[in-house]
């Protein structure tokens, strides 16, 4: 067990906060693993160009090895010394960056396999976050981060939720709220002048699309793999986001969604649903995760939802099934595979 130092850091303008932050930064450089905020979810962060820092990464989630860590860099420019970027690269960067984007690339003989999880490619990731930034920048070499979760539970989007899982696993973590958005970066893979979206996010297929033409959509994004199955990002193999009592999503009418939830109650389930359907339900079991039209107040709420699941009495958990249109196939392709694709439709039974 390692002993969790907690840094509070909100603005990184203080004096004590630039030491939490030169503290943690050292910790880096010297082979250490610090959890840091982003704008989508907590990090957890080592030495990108060290080998045995990324191994110290995969054990401390229980992530298998080849599934990749994205390179956090503090600068798009800065992607250069790690992979071979390129036309598509630079209209994106220009674009998004600093952002919620991830750019699969050709890798460079710079990164460590262990990093990339074996691949001859490596995701790239210039973040927003102020001080997820200045971290990079005072340790002076890309930070590999996965989210700062246990493999296979909810992306932490809070210091308390990574401390559920991390206590005793980092050295460091630095308190900094909320994240913003709440959902993990959209990943794109670009080979020569093909897009591919790996995972949605914040960024939509739409958005991309507007800056460099058309972008293929991977069909694990939506659908369960085959056994056995090659997949263009390794993650997208392995059951994730998961509360601890099996999960279905509800698609259908509202009204025949909601007659459904409320049998379902009766009989001890929890409830994830949308605010104005709270109000046809019994209170205790339900957890509530914005207006059913507002993509993005869900988006911020989902992973905490799904933490809290666990904490509440009840055999099993329903949600709504999303639509995959817009924001909404980000929080579709999160929910899907927290239910291990089971999905019912309630109007067809
Ligand atoms: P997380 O770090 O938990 O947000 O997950 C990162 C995701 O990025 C995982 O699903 C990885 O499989 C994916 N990823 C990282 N590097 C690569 C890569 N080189 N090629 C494809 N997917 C990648
Ligand atoms: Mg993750």
Do not use: W
């Not at 710079?110 to 999880?117: E, F, I, L, S």
């Not at 293929?216 to 997208?236: D, Y």
Request: charged share 25%.
């Amino acid at each position: 067990m390692i002993n969790t130092e907690i840094l509070p850091v909100t603005a990184g303008k203080t004096e004590t906060e630039q030491l939490h932050l030169r503290r943690a930064a050292d910790c880096i450089k010297t082979g250490g693993l610090v959890v840091f905020p982003t704008e989508t979810v907590y990090g957890l962060g080592g030495n990108a160009l060290d080998g045995e820092a990324a191994k110290k990464i995969y054990a401390a989630k229980g992530r298998p090895s080849d599934n990749p860590l994205i390179i956090h860099v503090s600068t798009p420019e800065e992607a250069e010394k790690y992979a071979y970027t390129g036309e598509l690269y630079y209209k994106l960067a220009e674009r998004f960056m600093p952002g919620p984007l991830t750019l699969v690339l050709t890798a460079k003989d710079t990164v460590p396999k262990n990093t990339r999880g074996g691949l001859d490619t490596v995701a790239v990731r210039c973040p927003e976050n102020m001080i997820a930034r200045e971290l990079i920048r005072l340790a002076g070499v890309p930070i590999a981060a996965p989210s700062a979760n246990l493999s296979g539970s909810p992306s932490p989007t809070t210091a308390r939720h990574v401390l559920e899982d991390m206590s005793g696993r980092v050295d460091m973590i630095i308190d900094g709220g909320a994240a913003d958005f709440g959902l993990e970066s959209t990943i794109l893979k670009i080979d020569g002048d093909v897009a591919t979206l790996l995972r949605p996010g914040k960024i939509t297929k739409a958005d991309l699309e507007a800056c460099i033409g058309i972008v293929e959509v991977s069909h694990a994004v939506t659908e369960a793999l085959a056994p056995g199955e090659r997949v263009l990002s390794p993650g997208m193999k392995y059951r994730h986001y998961a509360p601890d009592k099996p999960l279905t999503l509800v698609g259908g009418s509202d009204e025949a969604r909601i007659a459904f939830f409320a049998e379902r109650q009766k009989e001890g389930a929890v409830i994830i649903c949308y605010d104005e359907q709270a109000a046809k339900l019994m209170p205790d079991s339900v957890i509530t995760i914005g207006a059913g039209d507002d993509l993005e107040a869900q988006g911020h709420r989902l992973f905490a939802a799904l933490r809290e699941c666990n904490s509440l009495e009840g055999k099993c958990v329903y949600a709504n099934l999303p639509s995959t249109d817009g924001f909404g196939l980000a929080l579709y392709n999160r929910l899907i595979r927290a239910a291990a694709h089971t999905v019912v439709y309630p109007d067809e039974l």
